[in-house]
């Protein structure tokens, strides 16, 4: 039972480089969302969908992509990354109006 | 523009002390207020509040919510060293679809 996973788990990129990460959930989820944590922060809603080939602007989206392709997955892409980019990156997933679950977190250092 | 403000931003308890944590909301069209623990890692669920004046408890935990005022409070009692946490608490509403932020969170230290 799976639940929500992201990959990868860690990354370490140079400025201007590209990269995806991915997030796949198991639950049937019609919501799915991506925040990013900085130190001392909450959580900062960056691009955020409500169904299969649906995506949304969140609260900082950017500098960052997202496609929603198939219902279970939810790619969030960094076409440029800059050292700003540099945080943990959380994937969630829910039904409408429910709790969100979280996955593990990507660690993104950007030099 | 949405916003959650939450207080105290950091608190320090001493064990068996009990705590008052604040969640305060402006969201377009809200529909509920969820509240989090995050330890180092990905947060955990708590509750999930919709109705005004319904304390919900879990353990020694237990959260409000009052639609009139947009606030919420999330109370521990009898605090204990494993109840360190950085809480979060998350109100749901939106323009054209719903979605879901999150406040600063509070960071709690509670010492023996």
């Known amino acids: 039972n799976a639940g929500v996973t992201q990959t990868p788990k860690f990354r370490v990129l140079k400025t201007g480089q590209s990269m995806t990460l991915l997030c796949a959930q198991d639950m049937n989820h019609e919501y799915m969302y991506w925040y990013r944590q900085d130190p001392g922060m909450g959580l900062r809603l960056i691009h955020y969908s409500v169904g299969e080939g649906t995506t949304a602007k969140g609260e900082v989206p950017d500098g960052y992509n997202v496609s929603r392709l198939k219902k279970q997955n939810f790619l969030l892409g960094l076409e440029s990354a800059a050292p700003s980019q540099t945080s943990v990156y959380f994937c969630?997933?829910?039904?409408?109006?429910?709790?969100?679950?979280f996955g593990s977190g990507t660690q993104l250092s950007v030099l | 523009e949405d916003k959650v403000v939450q207080s105290p931003l950091s608190l320090v308890v001493h064990e068996g002390d009990t705590v008052t944590l604040n969640c305060s909301y402006e969201?377009?069209?809200?529909?509920?207020l969820l509240w989090y623990k995050q330890e180092k890692k990905a947060p955990t669920f708590l509750f999930m509040l919709t109705s005004s004046g319904i304390e919900k408890k879990s353990g020694r935990l237990s959260s409000i919510l009052d639609k009139k005022e947009l606030f919420s409070i999330l109370n521990i009692t009898a605090t204990q060293t494993g109840d360190s946490a950085v809480y979060l608490c998350?109100?749901?509403?939106?323009?054209?679809?719903?979605?879901?932020?999150f406040g600063p969170g509070t960071s709690l230290s509670v010492i023996p």
């Open positions: 969201v377009t069209n809200f529909r509920s």
């Open positions: 969630a997933s829910s039904e409408k109006r429910e709790k969100l679950f």
């Open positions: 998350a109100p749901e509403g939106g323009t054209s679809y719903d979605k879901v932020i």
